[in-house]
C-alpha cells in the first residue's frame, strides 16, 4: 500500500508560478510510475504529466507543454510539479498518481487514471487573472 500526500497548492496569479511536491510512503517508491492529473470545476479529471521510475522518460498533456516540469527524488519519495506562466484554466485540484502495473512510459494507459493504482487527496491551485 502506498500514500500519497500532496503539497504546495495555493493562489497564484496568471503568470505566476507554482511547485507541488507529492511525497509518498513505502519503500518501493523507486519501482512506481508516477503521475499527476487535475480536475477543474465542473470537469472529468484529466492527465497532465508522467514520469517513469528514474525520471529518464517523461511526458505532458499537450496543453502544458513547455510550461511544466515534472521531476522526482527516489532518495526522498517524492514526485514534483514544476508549474510556470501558469493561466486562469489551470485553476483545478491537482492529485499525483503512482502505478504499480509496470507500463513502459509509452503505454498509453498512463496517460489516463486507469493506469493507476494509488492517489493522493488533492491540492487545489487557484490561478488569479
Known amino acids: 500500500q502506498v500514500q500519497l500526500v500532496e503539497s504546495g497548492g495555493g493562489l497564484v496569479q496568471a503568470g505566476g508560478s507554482r511547485r507541488l511536491s507529492c511525497a509518498a510512503s513505502?519503500?518501493?517508491?523507486?519501482?512506481?510510475?508516477m503521475g499527476w492529473f487535475r480536475q477543474a470545476p465542473g470537469k472529468e479529471r484529466e492527465f497532465v504529466s508522467g514520469?517513469?521510475?528514474?525520471?529518464?522518460?517523461?511526458y505532458y498533456v499537450d496543453s502544458v507543454k513547455g510550461r511544466f516540469t515534472i521531476s522526482r527524488d527516489n532518495a526522498k519519495n517524492t514526485v514534483f510539479l514544476q508549474m510556470r506562466s501558469l493561466k486562469p484554466e489551470g485553476t483545478a485540484v491537482y492529485y499525483c498518481?503512482?502505478?504499480?502495473?509496470?507500463?513502459?512510459?509509452?503505454?498509453?494507459?498512463?496517460?489516463?487514471?486507469?493506469?493507476?493504482?494509488?492517489w493522493g487527496q488533492g491540492s487545489q491551485v487557484t490561478v488569479s487573472s
Open positions: 498518481a503512482a502505478s504499480d502495473r509496470g507500463y513502459g512510459s509509452r503505454d498509453a494507459r498512463l496517460r489516463t487514471e486507469y493506469g493507476y493504482d494509488y
Open positions: 514520469i517513469n521510475w528514474n525520471g529518464a522518460s517523461t
Open positions: 513505502g519503500r518501493t517508491f523507486s519501482t512506481y510510475s
